[in-house]
């Protein structure tokens, strides 16, 4: 009985911001790291960020450094991610990620659970 549940995407102007949540059930995210990807039409899931399970370290594709940011409230067991200064090219779904202890924060094919995603849509 694992579970992710995104929420907070919709639309949003260039230039706007949104802010995603990550609402885990199930598993306790101090434990694992939590990564965001996302998926825009025709092309290949990518990842977007990573918070580790231990000390917090955060890791950004280049893509949106310096524009978004994730973080965690273990006391809510949720991740969020911070998505300023928008961009169209940001529109995607947006999928919410676990790997335990971290195996794996960057890879597809290391996550252990994933979301069902939320869509984000940024008009020019």
């Known amino acids: 009985q694992v579970e992710l549940v995104e929420s907070g995407g919709g639309l949003a102007q260039a230039g706007g911001s949104l802010r995603l949540s990550c609402a885990a059930s199930?598993?306790?995210?101090?434990?694992?790291?939590m990564d965001w990807f996302r998926q825009a039409p025709g092309k290949e899931r990518e990842f977007v960020a990573a918070?580790?399970?231990?000390?917090?370290?955060?890791y950004y594709a280049d893509s949106v450094k310096g524009r978004f940011t994730i973080t965690r409230d273990n006391a809510l067991n949720t991740v969020y991610l911070q998505m300023n200064t928008l961009k169209p090219e940001d529109t995607a779904v947006y999928y919410c990620a676990a790997s335990y202890r971290g195996r794996a924060y960057h890879r597809l094919d290391g996550m252990d659970y994933w979301g069902k995603g939320t869509l984000v849509t940024v008009s020019s």
């Open positions: 918070i580790s399970w231990i000390g917090g370290s955060t």
């Open positions: 199930g598993l306790t995210i101090s434990t694992y790291t």
